[in-house]
């Protein structure tokens, strides 16, 4: 945890009282007294510090000052064939992590039904796994999130929609044709949505589905990756082909 955050309905003007988690961290990883200065940041907001001015077991109280816009988003949104719960809470932290603004769970043919039973896709639980990947980050901005039940309705209703502001669109999948190149970009900034199927791989007529939305199909290699795997993956290759296309501008 590289920064408390801090929710703006748990602050008193400038002060705030935390009882939880982020109470243990301060006393128990942190080694933190009162008089110390930790950084923090308001969810959504900007970042800071927060000086203690009471500590106990079960209790932080800070004064906290915020003055520092937090890191830019990297104008990247990812539309994900929902993959089971223990993997997603892995995904979430990661997406958020990397930056990612906008975040599509979908369903596919592969996705087990099940999963959208599950109980980590209630709102609260959702934010938590987001929150702790902006926590490592030191980020205050939560992604987007949203769930979709049906593959359909989404690609042929809702992503024509979404992908406006998407220039670049692409979807991973095994045996995809595209390299991922800085030539995909038309400026180093440019929005770009990926989706990123199921541990089997979407089925061919997802894939065409998709084509029909203006995704290009891309491959990472041979190997087929876990959900949880690929997504790191592609961010930060995706983030490198910005960089260069960067430098070469």
């Not at 933190?32 to 950084?39: E, N, Q, T, Y």
């Not at 990472?220 to 983030?239: E, H």
């Amino acid at each position: 945890m590289n920064l408390i955050l801090i929710d703006p309905l748990e602050l008193n003007e400038n002060s705030a009282i935390l009882r939880d988690r982020r109470a243990k961290h301060i006393r128990k990883t942190l080694r933190s007294k009162k008089g110390d200065v930790i950084r923090v940041g308001i969810v959504n907001g900007r970042i800071g510090t927060g000086l203690i001015t009471k500590i106990e077991p079960g209790l932080v109280a800070l004064e906290v000052r915020t003055d520092t816009p937090p890191p830019p988003k990297t104008a990247t949104g990812l539309v994900i064939a929902l993959p089971r719960p223990i993997m997603l809470k892995r995904v979430l932290a990661q997406a958020a992590s990397l930056g990612v603004e906008k975040i599509f769970l979908i369903n596919a043919s592969r996705v087990e039904k099940s999963f959208f039973k599950a109980s980590l896709l209630s709102e609260a639980n959702l934010r938590e796994y987001l929150l702790h990947g902006l926590e490592q980050a030191v980020d205050t901005m939560v992604p987007e999130i949203s769930i979709h039940h049906h593959f359909r309705p989404f690609v042929e209703d809702l992503l024509p929609e979404i992908s406006r502001e998407y220039p670049v669109r692409l979807v991973a999948h095994p045996g995809g044709g595209i390299d991922l190149t800085p030539d995909l970009l038309p400026e180093p900034t440019s929005p770009a949505l990926i989706a990123i199927g199921p541990e089997g791989g979407w089925i061919d007529f997802e894939i065409d589905r998709f084509s029909e939305q203006g995704f290009g199909c891309f491959s990472l290699g041979p190997r087929i990756l876990r959900v949880d795997t690929a997504v790191p993956a592609i961010l930060s290759q995706w983030q490198l082909l910005r960089s260069l296309a960067t430098a070469r501008n």
